[in-house]
Nanobody
Framework: QGQVVESGGGAVQAGGSLRLSCVLS????????MDWYREAPGNERELVAG???????NYADSVKGRFTISRDNAKNTLYLQMNTLKPEDTAVYYCHVGVFDYTKQSRLSYWGQGTQVTVSS
């Protein structure tokens, strides 16, 4: 069974940058879509950015031009470069990975434990 581990969260001032990483352990599946979600207190979890296995990306309007999602397929790793951070970016960020599990012959979904990003004004 796979496991998703995130890293890179922290506290920064507005205008600063952070880079999040997420690694999926295991080797019995092929990875399809990889995404970053975030959840702020009192808000629903929302999609921040996603990237397909072929490299097609999509972003929430609120982060376009500031965040960049990328992936290293050889390392089963997902990244989110966050620049020009704003206080409204403060949230717990979650990595999501959609895979096809060869052993179970089915599609599965894995979530990370979440990493806190706090942006102060």
């Amino acid at each position: 069974q796979g496991q998703v581990v995130e890293s890179g969260g922290g506290a920064v001032q507005a205008g600063g940058s952070l880079r999040l990483s997420c690694v999926l352990s295991g080797n019995r599946f092929s990875i399809n879509t990889m995404d970053w979600y975030r959840e702020a207190p009192g808000n629903e979890r929302e999609l921040v950015a996603g990237i397909t296995s072929s490299g097609f990306t999509n972003y929430a309007d609120s982060v376009k031009g500031r965040f960049t999602i990328s992936r290293d397929n050889a390392k089963n790793t997902l990244y989110l470069q966050m620049n020009t951070l704003k206080p409204e970016d403060t949230a717990v960020y979650y990595c999501h990975v959609g895979v096809f599990d060869y052993t179970k012959q089915s599609r599965l979904s894995y979530w990370g434990q979440g990493t806190q990003v706090t942006v102060s004004s």
